[in-house]
């Protein structure tokens, strides 16, 4: 394929592909592990990203009324944690003029969403409550399904469709041809009395029988809604007011634990490993009790962040409330980071805005306020840029960067929250860690579970194939005995 077409593909693309084995699997697994559709799948995808500038989709390339409009966008999540993405069918209209933005609208979200939670699968809502014949839009609706289906592989949970019009019964059986057999039982058909099955009401708006009071509003880009950074205290009203409480009112005590905290950081070794060995002499007085054992690593250009994926907190029976992030400088200058959260209310986070010396590691104890639990929908960003040499670490230089540095240079890594709702788990971590087996996560799970329902799959097409043979078998032996007995009766009739 690459030699061939490597005209028609980005290069960006092959790079990635050379260098995400994630990525890979993924298409194998939507493709049933089939080389062949696997390599077809791929080719297929990257010229359309390739012709749509996936890679180059920013707000600043599409019009700003597409943003404005509010009928794509993605906000909450559903009762398995998978993020939601919103098709508010009563806000489009069809224009054929249009049509080819509103699709680049669509690639810019999902690739958006697919580059910062590294391909987590989505859940689409299709909201078609006061919608009629003058909205629907099946080559938009397809444009949608082929996202999923041919382009995004492994990215869909499930199509929520709510309140579909009975007047649309039929466009969506022909939609339900192009989604083919994998996709079709992922279609959830459900109204006001059954939708909270798979969103809960704190997700869902009044009109679908909810309780969120959000609304949709552009600028800013709806995103995660991250908060402005958490204090060491506990939560603020607004980031202003954190800078100046910084730049005014710095405690001088807590001033002195940082720099404590700064110089035993610096004495550190230059990677997550040796970290590991020496956590229990060094980092004593630092590491919450019930912290868990870094187990994965995120590599980013500026900071390697562990755990790479999900924070693991205790339910309110288990009462395991702190969890540990070490972040690593792998560059050869000071990194200012940040950290924020969909959930500012719950969390404490110390530090929680400082910087990191070139080759040392830092900690940064999340914990949670007395009375909260952690829950699946809440994330954190750790923001990263790289300062000079020249500019100082302290209070008010972080400030000053934070206002100029541009979004272009920042790096953002997200996390999830875990809960755990017993001791158990912890206890085979320990096990598997003691004989240095990989603990595996969630995601690995849902893959694990995938394959299998996918191979469940082939073997029903497989013995509904056998039966149909079977049938078809029994039926020519019928035939065939008819047949034979009716040249016999011939025979019989015209020798009597």
């Known amino acids: 394929y690459l030699l061939g077409k490597s005209d028609k593909y980005d290069a960006r693309d092959v790079e990635r592909l050379q260098q995400d084995d994630k990525w890979v699997e993924n298409y194998l697994i939507w493709r049933h592990d089939v080389v062949d559709d696997t390599l077809k799948m791929i080719d297929e995808s990257f010229q359309w990203r390739k012709d749509y500038t996936v890679n180059d989709l920013t707000e600043s390339v599409l019009p700003k009324w597409l943003f404005e409009n509010g009928s794509l966008f993605l906000h909450g999540y559903d009762k398995e944690g998978y993020k939601l993405f919103w098709f508010r069918v009563k806000h489009h209209t069809r224009d054929p003029k249009q049509q080819l933005e509103k699709k680049k609208l669509v690639a810019f979200w999902l690739e958006h969403y697919a580059k910062r939670d590294h391909g987590k699968p989505l859940t689409v809502v299709f909201d078609m409550s006061e919608t009629g014949i003058s909205h629907i839009d099946l080559d938009f609706v397809r444009f949608i399904v082929s996202c999923f289906t041919d382009y995004y592989p492994n990215f869909l949970t499930k199509i929520v469709i709510f309140e579909m019009p009975w ?6 059986k022909i939609v339900k041809g192009w989604l083919g057999p994998d996709a079709i039982s992922m279609l ?3 109204n006001k009395s059954d939708v909270q099955e798979y969103i809960s009401g704190e997700y869902l708006p009044p009109h679908m029988g909810g309780t969120d009071s959000f609304k949709y509003s552009y600028p800013p880009l709806v995103d995660d809604d991250f908060q402005t950074p958490l204090c060491e205290n506990g939560p603020i009203t607004s980031e202003d007011e954190h800078e100046s409480k910084e730049e005014i009112d710095v405690d001088t005590k807590e001033t002195g634990e940082l720099n404590e905290e700064q110089n035993l950081n610096q004495k550190k070794m ?3 490993e040796q970290i590991s060995k020496s956590e229990e002499t060094d980092k004593t007085e630092i590491k919450p009790k019930n912290a868990k054992k870094a187990l994965t690593t995120f590599k980013g250009p500026l900071l390697h962040i562990s755990p790479a994926e999900e924070l693991y907190f205790g339910s309110k029976e288990t009462g395991e409330k702190k969890c540990l992030i070490v972040l690593t400088n792998v560059t050869k200058n000071i990194v200012a980071f940040k950290v924020r959260t969909t959930a ?3 969390y404490r ?6 910087s990191c010396e070139p080759g040392t590691s830092l900690d940064i ?5 007395g009375g909260f639990a952690a829950s699946l929908q809440d994330r954190f960003l750790i923001m990263a840029a790289e300062m000079d040499q020249s500019s100082g670490a302290g209070v008010p230089e972080l400030t000053q960067f934070w206002k100029e540095v541009p979004r272009t240079k920042v790096m953002e890594h997200r996390l999830r929250c875990h809960v755990v709702e017993s001791s158990k788990p912890s206890s085979l971590t320990l096990k598997e860690n003691t004989f240095n087996i990989p603990a595996k996560n969630n995601e690995d799970l849902h893959i694990q579970l995938t394959r299998l329902l996918q191979i469940n799959k082939r073997l029903q ?5 056998c039966l149909w043979f079977q049938q078809l078998s029994v039926v020519i032996s019928l035939l065939s005995v008819t047949v034979v007995a009716f040249c016999f009766y011939l025979a019989y009739t015209q020798r009597s």
Do not use: C, D, G, W
């Open 167 to 172: 007047i649309m019964n039929a466009a969506f």
């Open 188 to 190: 959830k058909f459900t």
């Open 270 to 272: 230059n990677s997550i």
């Open 344 to 346: 500012p209310e719950k």
């Open 349 to 354: 986070v110390k530090p929680s805005n400082s």
């Open 365 to 369: 104890i999340v914990s949670l306020h």
């Open 461 to 465: 097409e497989q013995i509904e194939r």
